[in-house]
Protein backbone atom coordinates (compact mmCIF):
# COMPACT_ATOMS: atom_id res chain seq x y z
CA UNK A 1 0.00 0.00 0.00
CA UNK A 2 0.95 3.40 -0.98
CA UNK A 3 1.95 5.42 1.90
CA UNK A 4 -0.23 8.73 1.85
CA UNK A 5 1.14 10.04 5.75
CA UNK A 6 4.11 9.44 7.42
CA UNK A 7 4.81 11.37 10.81
CA UNK A 8 8.15 10.67 12.99
CA UNK A 9 8.38 11.78 16.99
CA UNK A 10 6.07 14.59 15.70
CA UNK A 11 5.82 17.52 18.49
CA UNK A 12 4.01 20.44 19.28
CA UNK A 13 5.17 22.87 22.05
CA UNK A 14 3.06 25.85 23.30
CA UNK A 15 5.55 27.22 25.94
CA UNK A 16 6.03 25.05 28.52
CA UNK A 17 2.79 23.10 27.40
CA UNK A 18 3.42 20.00 25.14
CA UNK A 19 0.09 19.55 23.01
CA UNK A 20 1.26 16.53 20.97
CA UNK A 21 4.12 14.57 22.20
CA UNK A 22 6.66 13.01 19.75
CA UNK A 23 3.96 11.05 17.78
CA UNK A 24 4.82 8.44 15.10
CA UNK A 25 2.33 6.67 12.64
CA UNK A 26 1.77 6.13 8.74
CA UNK A 27 -1.72 5.86 6.64
CA UNK A 28 -1.60 3.88 3.31
CA UNK A 29 -3.58 5.67 0.29
CA UNK A 30 -6.92 4.18 0.92
CA UNK A 31 -7.07 3.81 4.03
CA UNK A 32 -9.61 5.79 6.81
CA UNK A 33 -7.83 6.22 9.88
CA UNK A 34 -9.51 6.84 12.82
CA UNK A 35 -7.63 9.75 15.23
CA UNK A 36 -9.45 9.38 18.29
CA UNK A 37 -9.37 10.78 21.43
CA UNK A 38 -11.21 13.19 24.65
CA UNK A 39 -11.14 16.71 24.08
CA UNK A 40 -7.61 18.35 24.44
CA UNK A 41 -6.27 15.02 23.91
CA UNK A 42 -3.74 17.25 21.22
CA UNK A 43 -6.27 15.40 17.65
CA UNK A 44 -6.63 18.75 16.34
CA UNK A 45 -3.22 20.06 16.93
CA UNK A 46 -1.87 17.35 15.38
CA UNK A 47 -4.55 17.13 12.42
CA UNK A 48 -3.05 21.46 11.24
CA UNK A 49 0.47 20.55 11.63
CA UNK A 50 -0.43 17.34 8.96
CA UNK A 51 -2.47 19.59 7.00
CA UNK A 52 0.29 22.53 7.02
CA UNK A 53 -1.72 24.96 9.10
CA UNK A 54 1.16 24.60 11.79
CA UNK A 55 4.61 24.53 12.02
CA UNK A 56 5.70 21.53 14.45
CA UNK A 57 8.11 22.49 17.23
CA UNK A 58 10.30 19.42 16.71
CA UNK A 59 10.03 16.18 14.51
CA UNK A 60 9.35 15.02 10.87
CA UNK A 61 6.11 14.16 8.80
CA UNK A 62 5.12 13.74 4.77
CA UNK A 63 1.82 14.23 3.63
CA UNK A 64 0.74 13.45 -0.07
CA UNK A 65 4.60 13.23 -0.52
CA UNK A 66 5.53 16.96 0.62
CA UNK A 67 7.70 18.22 3.95
CA UNK A 68 5.23 19.75 6.50
CA UNK A 69 8.13 22.01 7.22
CA UNK A 70 9.07 22.87 3.56
CA UNK A 71 6.04 22.31 1.52
CA UNK A 72 3.14 23.08 3.27
CA UNK A 73 1.63 24.89 0.24
CA UNK A 74 2.05 21.85 -1.86
CA UNK A 75 0.15 20.02 1.05
CA UNK A 76 -2.39 22.43 1.30
CA UNK A 77 -3.01 22.02 -2.81
CA UNK A 78 -3.07 18.51 -2.22
CA UNK A 79 -5.87 17.46 0.53
CA UNK A 80 -9.09 18.54 1.71
CA UNK A 81 -10.10 19.98 4.94
CA UNK A 82 -13.14 20.11 6.75
CA UNK A 83 -12.83 22.17 10.74
CA UNK A 84 -14.33 21.00 13.89
CA UNK A 85 -16.37 24.49 13.43
CA UNK A 86 -18.29 24.64 10.20
CA UNK A 87 -16.53 25.73 7.70
CA UNK A 88 -18.75 27.01 4.43
CA UNK A 89 -20.35 30.95 4.38
CA UNK A 90 -23.76 30.76 5.65
CA UNK A 91 -24.63 34.03 3.87
CA UNK A 92 -24.25 31.93 0.69
CA UNK A 93 -26.61 29.68 -1.29
CA UNK A 94 -25.22 25.97 -1.52
CA UNK A 95 -24.57 26.43 -4.86
CA UNK A 96 -22.49 29.57 -4.47
CA UNK A 97 -20.44 27.88 -1.38
CA UNK A 98 -19.54 25.15 -3.95
CA UNK A 99 -18.14 27.47 -6.60
CA UNK A 100 -16.71 30.05 -4.37
CA UNK A 101 -14.46 26.56 -3.03
CA UNK A 102 -13.89 25.38 -6.18
CA UNK A 103 -12.37 28.72 -7.27
CA UNK A 104 -10.09 28.56 -4.31
CA UNK A 105 -8.89 25.18 -5.11
CA UNK A 106 -8.14 26.49 -8.74
CA UNK A 107 -10.64 24.76 -10.88
CA UNK A 108 -11.41 26.33 -14.14
CA UNK A 109 -15.03 27.71 -15.05
CA UNK A 110 -15.72 24.65 -16.63
CA UNK A 111 -14.75 22.26 -13.57
CA UNK A 112 -16.60 24.34 -11.43
CA UNK A 113 -19.95 24.22 -13.26
CA UNK A 114 -19.34 20.46 -13.79
CA UNK A 115 -18.89 19.89 -10.14
CA UNK A 116 -21.54 22.25 -8.88
CA UNK A 117 -23.95 20.13 -10.82
CA UNK A 118 -22.63 16.59 -9.80
CA UNK A 119 -22.76 17.50 -6.13
CA UNK A 120 -26.31 18.71 -6.01
CA UNK A 121 -27.21 15.84 -7.99
CA UNK A 122 -25.13 13.60 -5.10
CA UNK A 123 -26.60 15.01 -2.20
CA UNK A 124 -29.98 15.41 -3.66
CA UNK A 125 -30.00 19.40 -2.94
CA UNK A 126 -30.45 20.35 -6.16
CA UNK A 127 -33.98 21.59 -5.34
CA UNK A 128 -32.54 24.31 -2.56
CA UNK A 129 -29.11 24.83 -4.64
CA UNK A 130 -30.14 28.68 -4.11
CA UNK A 131 -31.17 28.75 -0.31
CA UNK A 132 -28.85 30.47 2.15
CA UNK A 133 -26.57 27.64 3.90
CA UNK A 134 -27.59 29.07 6.97
CA UNK A 135 -31.11 27.84 6.61
CA UNK A 136 -30.32 24.07 6.18
CA UNK A 137 -30.16 21.59 9.03
CA UNK A 138 -26.67 20.90 10.65
CA UNK A 139 -26.34 17.14 8.90
CA UNK A 140 -26.77 18.56 5.55
CA UNK A 141 -24.66 21.17 6.61
CA UNK A 142 -21.95 18.66 7.65
CA UNK A 143 -22.38 16.68 4.87
CA UNK A 144 -21.76 19.93 2.35
CA UNK A 145 -19.15 20.61 3.76
CA UNK A 146 -17.27 17.52 3.48
CA UNK A 147 -18.37 17.09 -0.35
CA UNK A 148 -16.89 20.55 -0.77
CA UNK A 149 -13.57 19.75 0.74
CA UNK A 150 -13.06 17.15 -1.93
CA UNK A 151 -14.15 19.32 -4.79
CA UNK A 152 -10.76 19.79 -5.92
CA UNK A 153 -10.06 16.04 -5.83
CA UNK A 154 -7.56 15.37 -3.31
CA UNK A 155 -5.71 12.20 -2.26
CA UNK A 156 -6.03 13.13 1.37
CA UNK A 157 -9.44 14.26 3.20
CA UNK A 158 -8.54 15.57 7.13
CA UNK A 159 -12.06 15.75 8.78
CA UNK A 160 -11.84 17.20 12.09
CA UNK A 161 -14.79 15.94 14.34
CA UNK A 162 -17.22 16.02 11.53
CA UNK A 163 -20.14 14.20 13.30
CA UNK A 164 -19.98 16.48 16.11
CA UNK A 165 -23.75 17.39 17.39
CA UNK A 166 -25.39 15.40 14.43
CA UNK A 167 -27.71 12.83 15.05
CA UNK A 168 -27.24 8.91 15.03
CA UNK A 169 -28.86 8.57 11.41
CA UNK A 170 -27.06 11.44 10.21
CA UNK A 171 -23.95 10.08 12.04
CA UNK A 172 -24.52 6.65 9.61
CA UNK A 173 -24.88 8.72 6.39
CA UNK A 174 -22.05 10.26 6.79
CA UNK A 175 -19.92 7.46 7.25
CA UNK A 176 -21.38 6.06 4.18
CA UNK A 177 -19.54 8.83 2.47
CA UNK A 178 -16.40 8.16 4.12
CA UNK A 179 -16.43 4.76 2.94
CA UNK A 180 -17.47 5.95 -0.98
CA UNK A 181 -14.33 8.63 -1.00
CA UNK A 182 -12.30 5.45 0.48
CA UNK A 183 -13.40 3.54 -2.01
CA UNK A 184 -12.23 5.51 -4.95
CA UNK A 185 -8.82 5.43 -3.49
CA UNK A 186 -9.09 8.95 -1.21
CA UNK A 187 -7.08 8.79 2.37
CA UNK A 188 -9.26 10.00 5.02
CA UNK A 189 -8.32 11.17 8.41
CA UNK A 190 -10.64 11.67 10.99
CA UNK A 191 -10.49 12.58 14.83
CA UNK A 192 -13.38 12.25 16.85
CA UNK A 193 -14.41 11.87 20.56
CA UNK A 194 -16.99 8.93 19.48
CA UNK A 195 -15.54 6.05 20.37
CA UNK A 196 -17.94 4.01 18.34
CA UNK A 197 -16.71 5.43 15.38
CA UNK A 198 -13.37 3.43 15.53
CA UNK A 199 -15.54 0.35 14.47
CA UNK A 200 -16.04 2.17 11.03
CA UNK A 201 -12.33 2.77 10.70
CA UNK A 202 -9.47 0.63 8.76
CA UNK A 203 -6.95 1.38 11.21
CA UNK A 204 -6.95 3.78 14.92
CA UNK A 205 -4.79 5.57 16.98
CA UNK A 206 -6.35 6.67 20.67
CA UNK A 207 -4.54 9.59 21.94
CA UNK A 208 -4.06 10.24 25.80
CA UNK A 209 -2.71 13.35 26.97
CA UNK A 210 -0.72 14.40 23.95
CA UNK A 211 0.46 10.82 23.00
CA UNK A 212 -0.45 7.70 21.12
CA UNK A 213 -1.43 5.05 23.82
CA UNK A 214 -2.69 2.35 21.65
CA UNK A 215 -2.95 1.90 17.38
CA UNK A 216 -3.90 -0.19 15.08
CA UNK A 217 -7.31 -2.48 13.64
CA UNK A 218 -10.44 -2.24 16.16
CA UNK A 219 -10.36 -6.19 16.46
CA UNK A 220 -6.82 -6.14 16.92
CA UNK A 221 -6.90 -3.79 19.75
CA UNK A 222 -10.09 -5.08 21.38
CA UNK A 223 -8.82 -8.50 20.89
CA UNK A 224 -5.06 -7.92 22.67
CA UNK A 225 -6.54 -6.13 25.52
CA UNK A 226 -9.37 -8.40 26.23
CA UNK A 227 -12.03 -5.59 26.14
CA UNK A 228 -15.64 -5.87 24.77
CA UNK A 229 -15.25 -2.11 23.24
CA UNK A 230 -13.01 0.49 22.12
CA UNK A 231 -14.74 2.81 24.55
CA UNK A 232 -13.78 0.35 27.33
CA UNK A 233 -10.13 -0.18 25.90
CA UNK A 234 -10.22 4.07 25.96
CA UNK A 235 -11.46 4.20 30.07
CA UNK A 236 -8.68 1.81 30.37
CA UNK A 237 -5.51 4.05 29.01
CA UNK A 238 -7.50 6.95 30.45
CA UNK A 239 -7.66 5.64 33.99
CA UNK A 240 -3.91 4.05 33.35
CA UNK A 241 -2.63 7.93 32.70
CA UNK A 242 -4.65 9.58 35.46
CA UNK A 243 -3.10 7.17 37.88
CA UNK A 244 0.79 8.22 37.03
Known sequence: MNQAIWA??????????????AISF??????????????GAGKTTAMRMLSGLSFPTSGKARVAG????????????HIGYMSQK???????TVQENIRFFGGIYGLSLKE????????LEELDLEWIAKTQVRSLPLGWKQKLAFSVSQ????????LD?????VDPITRRQFWEMIYRAADRGVTVFVTTHYMDEAEYCDRISIMVDGQIAAM???EELKRDNNVPSINELFVQLARHTSSK
Open 26 to 39: EVGQGEIFGFLGAN
Open 161 to 165: EPTGG
Open 8 to 21: ESLTKKFGSFTAVD
Open 112 to 119: IRTKTAQL
Open 151 to 158: VHTPSIVF
Open 66 to 77: FDVYKQPDQIKR
Open 216 to 218: GTP
Open 86 to 92: FSLYEDL
